[in-house]
Structure formats: structure tokens, C-alpha cells
């Protein structure tokens, strides 16, 4: 049965981003409650995801390195952009990823996500700490084919020492198209990675100036707004029957066919669909 | 009432003994007898931390306190906590171990563990009552003359899934656990074997069960004293996919009456 791999530290998986940073990146997103830059929201979203993936990992002895992980960005120029110790390193243990964030900010609390809840006695103005690894950037082109290209590069080292590891998830953040070529093979040709759990997972989130509703697992891509949206649906992997089953337990109603898509939404879910072990979502 | 008992555990594949979040209570094995005996198996949710601190405290404290309700166990071991947490944050400080950025919420969070908790008392020399506590998918089985006559809370292998249900650390949550509490009794005679089992071992006898196996049988034939027989057995059942990779705890009673 293919995605069945147990996730451990002797058999960790992978997740690479890689992000859009072009100059259409500065414009505002659409929807949502504040107007904020796409470049903004994204490095938001992404340093949000690592710190979540690291508090979900942390144990009494440390974070597990359940995972590696790893940010590309794409814009002027292609390659890895963690700030600070961890600058030039494609793919990070998650350990050392939690260990060296490049900045700690103490921010308000302004989700209320069960990882953040209050502890006793916490006031309603209390802070979080709020660690990121890399800044927004919005300058260049939108090289995606470079960006695909240069993660089938790492990810085929990554493969040729964990042959048999869940398959490596790469999250594709992107507004819009490519400037290097026809995108669509070149995320073929990632798809193609396989270890003997089954073939890579491209999930690709589009985010848009566009008003029109976030969308996220669709099926069919009818109901999306642009051609380059369709686009990028059709370049997504339809979602594992284990994850589609874990996302149905927290309340979604996917489809067999839906893709690992998103179109102006928060995809950091993902993180919950993967099982490493007990999950406390009861009564917290 | 007299009783055998014995106990098996293991940590997952992968993880050191040290990592085992599992606990059960009584350590000691073999023969005791009392008109009231209690048992607990927990097992410590592997995406909180400290869970295994927090499960070890939960079968301590409802196997010690043996005529309070659950409802006093768990507000008992929610205060001990309290207390095992500034012990354990103090240390921290001592050994200049500061809390990490990525502890913070977990250990505001508190810890999680499933808990099945069984009570035996006794009615005559040959029977008596049990009844049994739990949260989650920690199970008890009831096995009279090579019968499953109970299995506890959950009834079948389908029912296992990666969020059970289960007992936080957070007093002000008292009142839900309570709510969400499963309970059951019944009839125990001389001669009976109950087993309490953590979910992956638990899933495996039920799946064994429901194919007409005899489950209690395979778990009937390990003893405390040769760990390595049960260890070879669990490594094997885990290579044939048969048992999933996680810790695995078992307590065995036979109730043998006076």
C-alpha cells in the first residue's frame, strides 16, 4: 500500500517549499480582513508551518526529526533562503531547523490555534513567540522552472538515502506564471521522484489578487478563476487516501480525487494530515 | 479474591526505553491476594509532552486510591501534576536546560494520556463484580474458558484510529473528561483472565478475535520473568505488519477466587 510508511526518526519524510518571490509578490492578497502583500502572507504562512511542525515534533528530550525541511525561493535568482546559521542549506533537519530560527519576535496573540492556547491564568493581551527563518522578498522573475528543477536536485540526494520514507511533500507557493518556460513538465518530472512508499506529492498553493473565494482540495477546477490556477490544479497530486481520511476527521468533506490545491488559502493543515503518532485533538 | 498477574511492555521500534510512554500499575508481578484489587494501563499522547509522565501518575494514583470514584482519581492526579511540573521545571532551572520556544505551548497544553482502569471486588470465594473506567483506546478483555466475553471500550479493530480520546492534565477540564468517560461492570468467576492492553496490542486482539483466533491464548503464554520471549514475539508481529509500531503494554490477570 503506497503512503503507508510509518514517519519516524529512523525513516523521517521531507517537506521543501519553494516560493514565489517575483515583484507581483508586493501586491496586495485578495480577500481576507487586512490587506496584506502576498510576499508577506506567504513568509507568514511558511515560518508559521515551521514553527507548528516543530512544536508538534517537540518532546521532553528535544524536537524529533520526524522531518527535513527546506524553503527555495524563486524570483531574481533560485536556492535556498533560511536566514541566519541555517542560510544556504537546502534540506534541515527539523531539530536543527527548530533550534535556529534566525529571528524570535514576541508577537500578540492574533489566532487562536490549539497549539498557542492560552495556558492557565493567561491574560487575553498575552504574546507568542513567534520565530521565523526567512523574510518576505518580492524582486525578479517567476523562474518556476528553475525552482522545480532545482528541487528534483535536492530531493533526488534526499532519495538516494531514504529510499524507503513516506515521500518527500513540496509545497509550491506561487501568484503567478511561470517566466522560464512551460512549468508543467518540470513538475512532472518532480512527481516522477518515487520512494518504495509511493511517488512525491506537489501541492501547489496559488494566491491571487483575485476577491473570489478561497478554495482549498478541490477536484475539479472548474470553479477556479483563472486559466493559470487550472493550471496548477492539474500540476497538483491528488491527495493519499490517508491524508484525504485524516483531513475528513478534522472536519473536511474531500473528494477520492482531490488534489493537494489551494487557491488563496491557508494550506498549513497539512502538517495535521500527517501521522506521527497520537494526535491530541480531544478536550484541548 | 486471588490473583496471577503479569506484565509485558516494549517500546516502539526505534525508540529508546527511555522514550516509552506507556505506563501500568502494579510494577510487581505475581501472586497477591486482597478483597479489592485495581489495575491501569495508559498510554501517554505521543504529539504532547511529558505524556509519560502524566500516564505513570494517572494508573498510580487509580491504583492506589482504591475506594475512590474516577472522578476524585483524576482530580487527585491533575493536582499531584501541579506539582510533578514545578518539580520538573525547577530541575530544568537547576541543570540550566531553559524551556525551548517550541516547548512553550506544549507544556501550557498540558499532557495526554488514554487511561482503562479496572477494579475487582469480591462476592463470594469463587465471583465477584468488576467494573472498569476508561478514556480512549486503552482496553480491557474479559476471558472465560478460552471465550471473549468482554472487551472494553472498544468492541472492535475498526474502531482504533489516531485520536482517541483522551485525559488531559488541565484541571478546568475535569468536568468533560467525566462526561466523556466510558464505564462498564459485570460478573467475574474463578478461572477468568483479563487482559488491559494499550492500543496497538489491543487492535491486534481484536483483529485476532473477529478472525476466529485465540489471542488470549498467544498473550497467555509470556511471562514476566522472560521479557525477551515477548519482546522476540512483538519484533515479529511488527515485521509482519501484524502490530503496528508503537509501545505495547499488557497486564495479565487470572482470578483464581480464595
Same mark, same amino acid.
Given at each position: 500500500m503506497a503512503y503507508a510508511a510509518e514517519i519516524s526518526r529512523a525513516n523521517p519524510t521531507c517537506f521543501l517549499f519553494l516560493i514565489d518571490q517575483s515583484e507581483s509578490m508586493k501586491n496586495n492578497i485578495g480577500g481576507g480582513d487586512k490587506p496584506m502583500q502576498k510576499a508577506e502572507a506567504v513568509a507568514d504562512a511558511v515560518n508559521r508551518l515551521l514553527s507548528e511542525l516543530s512544536i508538534k515534533c517537540a518532546k521532553e528530550d528535544g524536537v524529533r526529526d520526524y522531518f527535513h525541511v527546506g524553503v527555495i525561493g524563486y524570483g531574481a535568482s533560485v536556492g535556498p533562503i533560511f536566514d541566519g546559521v541555517l542560510a544556504g542549506r537546502d534540506l534541515v533537519p527539523l531539530s536543527e531547523v527548530a533550534a535556529q530560527p534566525a529571528r524570535l519576535e514576541e508577537r500578540a496573540r492574533s489566532y487562536s490555534h490549539a497549539a498557542t492556547a492560552a495556558p492557565p491564568g493567561a491574560g487575553p493581551g498575552r504574546t507568542v513567540k513567534f520565530p521565523t527563518w526567512f523574510s518576505p522578498v518580492a524582486y525578479g522573475d517567476t523562474p518556476m522552472c528553475g525552482a522545480f528543477g532545482r528541487a528534483r536536485g535536492v530531493l533526488e540526494a534526499w532519495l538516494a538515502e531514504?529510499?524507503? !520514507?513516506?515521500p518527500p511533500i513540496v509545497v509550491n507557493i506561487t501568484d503567478g506564471e511561470s517566466t522560464d518556460g512551460d512549468a508543467a513538465p518540470y513538475a512532472l518530472a518532480l512527481q516522477d521522484l518515487t520512494t518504495a512508499d509511493g511517488h512525491l506529492l506537489l501541492f501547489n498553493l496559488h494566491l491571487s489578487s483575485d476577491q473570489s473565494e478561497p478554495i482549498i482540495f478541490p477536484v475539479q477546477d472548474r470553479y477556479l478563476p483563472d486559466d493559470f490556477a487550472r493550471k496548477l490544479h492539474r500540476m497538483s497530486s491528488v491527495l493519499p487516501d490517508q491524508m484525504r481520511a485524516a483531513a475528513n476527521r478534522q472536519g473536511l468533506m474531500l473528494d477520492e480525487a482531490a488534489r493537494g490545491f489551494a487557491f488563496? *488559502?491557508?494550506? !498549513? *493543515?497539512i502538517v495535521q494530515f500527517l501521522d506521527v503518532g497520537t494526535q491530541v485533538l480531544e478536550l484541548r | 479474591m486471588r490473583a496471577v498477574v503479569e506484565s509485558f511492555w516494549l517500546p516502539r521500534a526505534g525508540s529508546h526505553v527511555e522514550e516509552y510512554e506507556d505506563a501500568f500499575y502494579p510494577r510487581r508481578t505475581g501472586t497477591r491476594s486482597a478483597k479489592r484489587m485495581r489495575f491501569a494501563v495508559a498510554d501517554g499522547a505521543s #504529539?504532547? &509532552? &511529558?505524556s509519560g509522565m502524566w500516564a505513570d501518575l494517572l494508573v498510580r494514583t487509580w491504583c492506589r486510591a482504591k475506594r475512590r470514584r474516577v472522578g476524585e482519581v483524576i482530580a487527585t492526579a491533575m493536582s499531584g501534576w501541579q506539582i510533578e511540573m514545578a518539580a520538573y521545571l525547577e530541575g530544568r532551572e537547576r541543570h540550566e536546560r531553559p524551556i525551548q520556544w517550541f516547548e512553550e505551548p506544549g507544556l501550557a497544553q498540558g499532557a495526554h494520556a488514554t487511561l482503562v482502569g479496572l477494579d475487582l471486588t469480591t462476592a463470594s470465594p469463587t465471583s465477584g463484580r468488576w467494573t472498569a473506567v476508561a478514556m480512549g483506546d486503552s482496553c480491557v478483555f474479559q476471558v472465560r474458558e478460552g471465550e471473549l466475553l468482554t472487551s472494553f471500550? &472498544? #468492541?472492535? $479493530? $475498526?474502531?482504533?484510529?489516531?485520536?482517541p480520546k483522551l485525559v488531559p492534565t488541565r484541571p478546568h477540564l475535569l468536568g468533560r473528561v467525566l462526561a466523556n468517560l466510558d464505564q462498564a461492570e459485570g460478573e467475574w468467576r474463578a478461572g477468568d483472565v483479563f487482559f488491559l492492553a494499550t492500543d496497538a496490542i489491543a487492535a491486534w486482539f481484536l483483529a485476532g478475535a473477529e478472525e476466529g483466533a485465540a489471542p488470549w491464548s498467544t498473550l497467555g503464554q509470556f511471562d514476566s520473568d522472560r521479557p525477551e520471549l515477548f519482546a522476540a514475539w512483538v519484533g515479529e508481529q511488527r515485521g509482519l505488519r501484524q502490530l503496528r509500531n508503537d509501545d505495547v503494554t499488557v497486564v495479565r490477570v487470572e482470578v483464581s477466587g480464595r
Open positions: 531514504h529510499p524507503r !520514507s513516506f488563496n *488559502a491557508d494550506i !498549513s *493543515a | #504529539e504532547s &509532552l &511529558l471500550p &472498544l #468492541e472492535s $479493530a $475498526a474502531q482504533f484510529s489516531t485520536s
